[in-house]
């Protein structure tokens, strides 16, 4: 027996169907997305196979995972990566802990975002990447200087969204809440907070991306290990299959966040406005 689903009018609820009979819109994204990479993956080994692009600029995709298996069988590998790990692991956690805090703060008090809003652009507007020499000076060459940075190009994106999460909700329903006689903060806890969760969520979706920009800048500055250290090193020697093996790293750490993102979001997404 096939299950109806009613709309919040009551009306019966169509179900969307992707465009491949019989499947529905997750499944499509899979496998649509997949026969995308594969496409790509071909094409670029037609490409390095006819010769089209010489190696040195273009290593075809064989040798790309030849190249990656050859990392993972040495150690050195594993101390980049947990270098790298680490630099974005406390810098995403500290850009999202004051990130929320003060989005959440300026969002909710008028006052607070009109005294801190000048600061915010002033220092949203200066290309963050430009601070690392400066970072360097006052924090050292060390894991310090590199979490500063991650953290500086990656907590923008979680205070904006948030504060615009708690700026946009629903002023009808503020008010009747403290028609019923809601004290501010319980408005907040369960008004404010729920109504910007899927704002914060957003938020951090856009910032791991740039964490992991964050991440391979401040190795490019100056590191002994970590995946940004690799590819420069790699880079510098011409060994472009090695380049394309540590931007794959990269690529697969970004998916990987970004799905566990995007799965917060699906559970919190009837909190959506």
Same mark, same amino acid.
């Given at each position: ?53 010489? %190696?040195? =600029?273009?290593?075809?995709? &064989? +040798? !790309?995972? *030849?190249?990656?298996?050859? /990392? ?73 200087s590199k979490v500063a940075l991650v953290f500086l190009?990656?907590?923008? %994106?979680? =205070?904006?969204?948030?504060? &615009? +999460? !708690?700026? *946009?909700?629903?002023?009808? /329903? ?88 995007r799965w917060l979001e699906r559970r919190f997404d009837?909190?959506?406005?």
């Amino acid at each position: 027996m096939a299950t109806i689903v009613l709309d919040d009018s009551g009306a019966p609820k169509r179900q969307e169907r992707g465009v491949l009979t019989g499947m529905g819109q997750g499944t499509e994204r899979v496998v649509l997305g997949t026969a995308f990479i594969a496409v790509l993956f071909v094409v670029w080994e037609l490409v390095t196979a006819l010769g089209i692009e010489p %190696p040195i =600029l273009l290593p075809s995709p &064989s +040798g !790309v995972v *030849s190249a990656l298996a050859n /990392l993972f069988s040495s150690s050195d590998i594993w101390a980049d990566l947990a270098e790298s790990g680490k630099e974005l692991f406390y810098g995403l956690v500290l850009a999202a802990s004051v990130g929320i805090t003060a989005g959440l703060s300026i969002g909710w008090y008028p006052r607070l975002g009109y005294f801190f809003d000048p600061f915010i652009n002033f220092l949203y507007a200066i290309p963050r990447v430009a601070l690392g020499p400066l970072l360097i000076v006052w924090l050292g060459i060390g894991l310090s200087s590199k979490v500063a940075l991650v953290f500086l190009i990656a907590v923008f %994106p979680v =205070l904006v969204n948030t504060s &615009s +999460g !708690v700026r *946009s909700l629903d002023q009808h /329903l503020l008010r009747v809440a403290r028609c019923f006689g809601a004290s501010d903060l319980k408005i907040f806890r369960t008004i404010a907070l729920p109504g910007s969760v899927p704002f914060i969520l957003g938020g951090l979706r856009l910032a791991v991306g740039q964490a992991l920009i964050g991440v391979f800048v401040a190795e490019l500055l100056g590191a002994q290990h970590g995946v940004g250290a690799l590819i420069d090193n790699a880079g510098q020697q011409f060994q472009t299959d090695i380049v394309f093996a540590g931007l794959l790293i990269f690529a697969v750490a970004g998916m990987v966040l970004t799905g566990l993102v995007r799965w917060l979001e699906r559970r919190f997404d009837a909190w959506r406005v």
